[in-house]
């Protein structure tokens, strides 16, 4: 006899901001809902890859909340019906005696489980306990997602039976002791990777760990990145008629970790983008501060910052990280582009601090307004200052180099690439550079084959390689995604249009940054090994 059950509640949650993020996980019940290939009409996901036809509904037993109360007793008001987010609240049916693959029949709908809800750090932020997520991973009361069969209506009170089970051995608690647990059992993997109806989510988990005989690292869903940081805007500076410079403190009043000179943060902004803005302060009052220009051809990060953030709004934000370090040498020379010029402010003041010597130029739009025009006053004589009626001669600086120099360059892709060009008989050593944004181009889609497994990956116009490939289970390391680390790179074989700021003409020949760069023909191959 096959588990039936009766549906208690439906739920339905519009986007809202929880918690410094949004979400949909705030659900609320309805009498009725109309099943599509998408889900229940009304639901949504505050990202694209929290839905979709293979996580259309998410199911949840509510009896785990019983003893979720009593090992987090704390929580135990929080842990109710609705409380992880589920679209149907029903008692009975569990990770226990459920299974990959059954038929279910609901209301007038039929649905079928795809694969086990993966939990992640949200979890912790909504119930206020710092291992909840881990907790229910580790004790399989997660719930599961549905793909839609058959389109329908559901109604509260109608009953929900499973109809066939092709998969009988397989149920959603076993799924996931080789998913978490007994991550290197061969054979159990081999038979979860050839499961067609198990969701591509999970089941490319278990095809990438039998290409690349190896295992994840599941602590950053868990916990949510540990180098993140709630922070507040406390407040925003005009600099010029197209940059502001923003404020941030700890939400908890906590401190700030430490950074050295030409670091950056990470924001993760309410709609959805990350980027990377450097620090250009030093570490003062607990404070971090950055500066946006507004870019007419923005992607949506700084339309959103200049546009959406107030004084008082909370984000997201990683804790510094620092590709574009200073060398202890006894002189820098700084070139910067518009608001390239971030990085420099901190690191005057640590060449300073150090009892080294510095020079920067700088070359702005318009001579008589520009960012931080007042801050650089102080150092007069060491500052100079370029517009299109008095362009910089960047050949004629670099012309010659002096052993000890060292110069930096942070601007546009292009115009840190004719520093590179006009310093390329200099040392790489003494070359150091950063761009503050990702070359723009028409994309075009191709495709990527791992030399290792023969794997072929498509490529579309609008997303990264590294997303790509990702998206198809082939897991490679990265940091910054934004050109600027190296971590991610890969050996190819093919034509590559870089847009990364790290690597050097030599290294270009034969690596790749696959979070930025992309392919120029239609087919490019690429090792991982």
């Known amino acids: 006899m096959y588990p039936a059950a009766t549906i208690d509640e439906i739920r339905l949650g519009k986007i809202k901001k929880i918690f410094s993020v949004h979400t949909g996980i705030d659900k609320l019940p309805v009498d009725t809902s109309h099943v599509t290939s998408n889900g229940l009409v009304g639901d949504e996901q505050a990202e ?23 090992t987090f007793p704390h929580s135990s008001h929080l842990l109710v019906n609705g409380g992880f987010g589920e679209n149907l609240v029903v008692a009975g049916m569990n990770e226990q005696n459920m299974c990959v693959g059954d038929i279910v029949k609901a209301g007038t709908a039929v649905l079928q489980i795809t694969q086990p809800r993966q939990p992640c750090f949200k979890l912790n932020h909504r119930f206020n306990e710092p291992t909840m997520s881990r907790y ?6 997660t719930g599961w997602f549905y793909r839609v069969i058959k389109e329908g209506t559901i109604n509260s009170g109608d009953t929900i039976k499973v109809t066939e089970r092709p998969y009988p051995q397989w149920t959603i608690a076993r799924v996931q002791h080789y998913l978490y647990i007994e991550p290197d059992n061969k054979e159990a993997t081999e038979q979860l990777a050839d499961i067609d109806v198990l969701g591509d989510e999970v089941k490319n988990v278990f095809r990438h760990r039998l290409d690349n005989n190896d295992v994840e690292d599941w602590n950053g869903r868990l916990s949510g990145s540990n180098t993140f940081l709630e922070m507040r805007v406390v407040k925003i ?53 950055i500066a946006v220009s507004y870019a007419q051809s923005s992607r949506g990060g700084s339309k959103y910052m200049h546009e959406k953030v107030q004084v008082g709004d909370t984000l997201s934000v990683s804790t510094p990280q620092n590709y574009f370090n200073m060398a ?4 820098h020379i700084f070139v910067a582009a518009g608001i390239g010029i971030t990085p420099f402010l901190p690191m005057i003041e640590e060449a300073l601090d150090n009892n080294e010597t510095f020079e920067l130029h700088y070359c702005v739009d318009d001579i008589d307004n520009y960012a931080f025009r007042t801050q650089l006053s102080r150092y007069s004589g060491s500052v100079f200052v370029y517009s299109l009626k008095k362009p910089l001669s960047i050949s004629a600086l670099l012309n010659s180099h002096v052993r ?17 060009d006009n310093a390329s008989h200099w040392s790489d050593n003494h070359v150091h550079f950063e761009s503050f944004s ?33 998206n198809n289970g082939v897991t490679i390391d990265s940091a910054c995604e934004t050109g600027m680390c190296g971590k991610c790179q890969v050996d190819y074989e093919g034509e590559v249009e870089h847009r990364d700021s790290v690597l050097s003409k030599g290294e270009r020949k034969r690596c790749m940054t696959p979070c930025v760069s992309r392919a120029k023909s239609k087919e490019l191959v690429i090792s991982i090994a």
């Open 48 to 70: 694209s890859f929290h839905g979709g036809e293979e996580r259309a509904i998410l199911q949840f037993d509510s009896e785990h909340y019983q003893s979720l109360g009593i």
């Open 136 to 141: 229910s991973q580790d004790n399989c009361q």
């Open 237 to 289: 500076i005009e600099e010029s008629n197209s940059v502001k410079r923003f404020i941030l403190s700890r939400t908890d009043l906590g401190p700030l970790p430490e950074f050295t000179a030409g670091s950056h943060i990470t924001l993760q902004l309410p709609n959805g983008l990350s980027r990377a803005y450097s620090l250009c302060a030093p570490l003062a009052d607990d404070s971090y501060q």
């Open 328 to 331: 202890r040498d006894r002189h």
């Open 404 to 420: 000890g120099n060292h110069v930096y360059t942070c601007g546009s892709p292009a115009f840190v690439q004719r520093v590179r």
């Open 438 to 470: 990702v070359e723009q181009s028409d994309d075009e889609s191709f495709i990527v084959t791992i030399k290792e497994t023969g794997q072929e990956v498509e490529v579309d116009s609008g997303t990264s390689m590294l997303d790509a490939l990702r």
